[in-house]
């Protein structure tokens, strides 16, 4: 056809970058005031497809740019220049409460963009489009190094970043779900941190496991004693179950003694010996919504005034960064966090606390640009499945996730690497 | 103060096509602190290359490469990518090499680093900090497919994308082999391209004869029946040898209707009913024209030189029907390349052509004028097919306004490519900057 010898020309800057960096997509050579569709699609380790779409008109150039120009439809609308990774979601006819999670970091992950004639809302991949091109999304930036740790019962992956050192170190821990989840300990690396991602439950133990403390203080140890770390500059990055973690360390632990620490959606009154314990004791509270999914928030309320149910914050040392979502269904994070700032206050550390809580945002803040899931299968060796709702609306749970990756890295930045040692001063 | 802790080092992307700009970033050093920013890339065949800038860091203790003056090193002043371009093998090195890549399904890696001080030698230094770059030649899904059908010794890049794309027929010079590194990265840029062996392919392995026209078109003819391919757009791109043959293609073939040319650092002089061979053989009767400086390197430019007024021995430019782009460079040692680059100008303007071309003259440039952003080499060992001496060959060209020249022809290469061959008007195509 005439329209075919002129293909559109689609581009992608940079085409091969971060998770955690931003590109521009291009499309150029199309005709004046033309509509067309740009849409992404990704499929996943597990075999699933996700995709997402913007609608859009070219100029009089014939030019569309995803970073300057507004989509009128599709899984994002408005000026989005990352709408086209973040509003990623499964196609039509997918299962229930999948969680997009890259398991091997060492590849990147390939996305595929690609530009349709016309404002399309589904079936796209039964249209050949007007042009497409691939992007590569890394997790390790090159130098990178993965190591597997298995010494001192310990089980996890530690990831170097190139360059003769000494570096700081974070010990990065995730939550309840379990398993060993490499991909923010790689990025982390990628930006200067020796970052030991530690697995500390099985898929299948959730329910009932018991944490033991020592296993997290020998796991900060074995950052502290590699020989490309400098051992006062180890901090702990939690998430949920793992800011619970690191709470206990940071107000209790007499062995370590982390520089800073960075907790998400994280709580700190937990008084069951398992999760397993804390569902049976509060059963009446355990809600589902409308499509059946888990919501857990009440939970974990009210939060207890007695103290010895929680964890005394006033009792921490070192730097916090607390950052929370309104919208988290599973923890009443914002609430928790208002709790620990008041126990701080009280013993007169705010200089240590900095809070972060993001609108319409859920428990599961991720590094930016990874798709929002509002629910997904927890404890997935259960029968029948449990979904739970994590929360968030998705454009601005992803804007908080760009936000408080910013803020985080710049945290760690001033903690880890710019500020001298305050005990060098005593 | 803890130096150790100060020092953070960036490169920005730090995956990119080798014709892409980086930013390199050095921040949380001292405030007036003293380093220098060193390259060093080890490559396929064996040796280190390395390259380096001397910088003081501002009051916010901060160096960007791109906004900052280096006052010493492989390289001085403003320069963003001088950590490329200024490559050069590492003292102790095998003199007279020349930088090729020739696996570009990987990339180029380029260790980045920071040495406390203006420094010059590396070997016992302790780095403040390192990173990688990776330099790549294919963009990702860019597809490397090996051609044997037909005879041909080929490889075609094919961009991402359910096409169909227009093509571009690549070849290289007297040195032969198949060279794909500007066929990988033009892929890259949305061309359909086919890297061509001419001068060493198998079929003249076998048979000790070269090839003669018809096996060009047959490379034209492949690239106009593939699927992927947009059978009326397709151009003919070549450099220094190969340049004899685009315009002789360009401008006589009966089977090739190219839609634009590209030449480099090349002439019109050949006879006209010549063939591959024939021009070899018009080289060869000249060579006592050869000169060769105090260091022994060759000094080719005068071979062809004068320019023949016989009409049997010049390309006819006057009845070229498509646009053709001309680069040269001033410095050329090799070929006289801006003498022909003249001449074929004044030949167009006589026969009203001249609107057809576009010439790039570009001062201090030699003759090995080739995509950015990497190593310049004035001169080194060469050996030219047919002959079996391994000689060093004098290029030409200053390094700095070499590199600055690769950069500006390579961009306006695309320029030019994407408005004869995507365009769907013929109005100059608003081009993203590289």
């Not at chain 1, 203080?217 to 020989?227: L, W």
């Not at chain 1, 994280?266 to 004791?281: A, L």
């Not at chain 2, 050996?383 to 306006?412: C, F, I, P, Y």
Request: net charge neutral.
């Amino acid at each position: 056809t005439r329209e075919q010898a002129y293909p559109p020309i689609l581009s992608v800057y940079p085409s091969r970058a971060l998770v955690d960096e931003a590109f521009k997509v291009l499309v150029e050579n199309l005709p004046p005031g033309c509509p067309v569709t740009v849409h992404s699609l990704h499929l996943s380790e597990d075999d699933n497809y996700w995709e997402a779409y913007g609608h859009y008109i070219s100029d009089h150039r014939g030019s569309v740019s995803v970073s300057e120009d507004v989509s009128f439809g599709g899984t994002y609308t408005g000026k989005e220049p990352m709408g086209l990774l973040w509003s990623l979601r499964p196609v039509p006819g997918s299962r229930q409460g999948l969680r997009l999670r890259k398991m091997n970091v060492c590849t990147p992950m390939l996305v595929n963009i690609s530009v349709h004639c016309g404002h399309l809302v589904e079936a796209f991949r039964d249209q050949t489009p007007l042009a497409s091109v691939l992007t590569e999304r890394w997790y390790m930036a090159p130098g990178v190094k993965r190591i597997d740790i298995r010494e001192r019962g310990m089980r996890g992956t530690l990831f170097i970043p190139p360059g003769p050192g000494p570096f700081p170190g974070l010990l990065d821990l995730w939550g309840g779900g379990g398993g060993l989840l490499e991909h923010r300990a790689a990025l982390l690396a990628s930006h200067g941190f020796v970052s030991l991602a530690l697995e500390y439950l099985t898929s299948g133990e959730i329910p009932t496991a018991r944490l033991d403390y020592n296993y997290f203080e020998k796991a900060f140890n074995i950052i502290q004693d590699h020989p490309l770390v400098t051992p006062d500059r180890v901090g702990i990055f939690g998430l949920s179950l793992g800011s619970f973690v690191t709470f206990n360390l940071a107000a209790k632990s007499t062995i370590i003694n982390p520089r800073c620490c960075v907790c998400i959606s994280g709580f700190h009154c937990h008084p069951y010996r398992s999760m397993g314990e804390m569902i049976q004791t509060n059963l009446n509270k355990l809600h589902v919504d409308e499509n059946n999914y888990q919501i857990w928030r009440d939970m974990s309320l009210p939060i207890p005034s007695d103290i010895s149910k929680k964890v005394d914050m006033g009792k921490i040392k070192c730097p916090l960064l607390l950052v929370c979502g309104h919208d988290d269904q599973s923890y009443p994070a914002v609430e928790l966090a208002e709790d620990i700032a008041q126990m701080v206050h009280a013993a007169g550390k705010d200089h240590l606390l900095t809070k972060v809580f993001y609108h319409g945002t859920g428990h599961m803040i991720e590094p930016p640009y990874s798709p929002h899931f509002r629910a997904t299968t927890f404890m997935a060796k259960t029968k029948p499945k449990v979904i739970l709702l994590w929360g968030g609306q998705t454009k601005p749970h992803s804007d908080a996730q760009e936000d408080s990756w910013k803020k985080i890295l710049a945290f760690l930045q001033h903690h880890l690497y710019s500020t001298p040692n305050p005990r060098a001063k005593m | 103060m803890d130096k150790k802790h100060c020092v953070k080092l960036s490169v920005q992307p730090s995956r990119a096509l080798v014709d892409e700009k980086f930013i390199v970033l050095v921040q949380n050093a001292p405030p007036g602190f003293q380093m220098t920013i060193h390259s060093l890339h080890h490559s396929e065949d064996g040796h280190s290359w390395e390259a380096f800038g001397h910088y003081t860091a501002d009051a916010t203790g901060t160096v960007n490469v791109s906004q900052d003056h280096s006052v010493g090193g492989t390289y001085s002043g403003v320069e963003p990518m001088g950590l490329l371009w200024s490559l050069r093998p590492v003292p102790g090195s095998k003199s007279w090499l020349r930088f090729r890549k020739m696996n570009v399904e990987t990339p180029m890696e380029v260790a980045i680093s920071v040495y406390q001080g203006h420094q010059t030698v590396f070997v016992d230094q302790v780095q403040l900090a390192s990173v990688v770059a990776e330099r790549w030649y294919m963009a990702p899904g860019v597809r490397r497919i090996p051609v044997t059908e037909s005879d041909l010794t080929a490889t075609l890049f094919l961009p991402p994308g359910p096409g169909p794309f227009p093509g571009v027929l690549d070849l290289w010079g007297g040195a032969g082999q198949l060279v794909e590194y500007r066929s990988a990265l033009l892929a890259s840029h949305g061309f359909a391209s086919l890297a061509l062996d001419y001068l060493t392919p198998k079929i003249t392995l076998k048979t000790g004869k070269m090839v003669k026209d018809d096996y060009f078109e047959t490379a034209y003819k492949f690239l106009q029946q593939h699927p992927k391919v947009s059978g009326c757009r397709i151009a003919m791109m070549g450099l220094s040898y190969s340049t004899s043959i685009t315009l002789k293609m360009a401008i006589y073939s009966e089977v090739m209707k190219l839609s634009c040319a590209v030449c480099t650092s090349g002439s019109h002089v050949q006879p006209v009913n010549g063939s591959v061979e024939d021009i070899f053989k018009m080289f060869h009767s000249n060579s006592e024209k050869a000169r060769f400086t105090e260091e022994k390197q060759a000094i080719y430019r005068d071979l062809l030189l004068p320019i023949p007024t016989d009409p049997g021995m010049k390309l006819d430019v006057g009845r070229l029907q498509c646009p053709l782009l001309l680069i040269v460079g001033e410095d050329d040692q090799n070929w006289a390349a801006p003498e022909f680059a003249q001449d074929i100008k004044e030949m167009m303007e006589q026969a009203g052509n001249s609107h057809l071309l576009t010439l790039l003259s570009y001062p201090n440039t030699g003759h090995l004028i080739e995509p950015p952003y990497l190593p310049h080499a004035r001169a080194s060992r060469f050996k030219s097919v047919g002959s079996n001496e391994m000689l060093v060959v004098l290029w030409g060209g200053d390094t700095v306004a070499h590199s600055r020249a690769q950069e500006d022809a390579w961009r306006k290469t695309l320029a030019f490519l994407r408005e004869n061959l995507y365009s769907r008007k013929n109005s100059i195509a608003p081009v993203r900057e590289i």
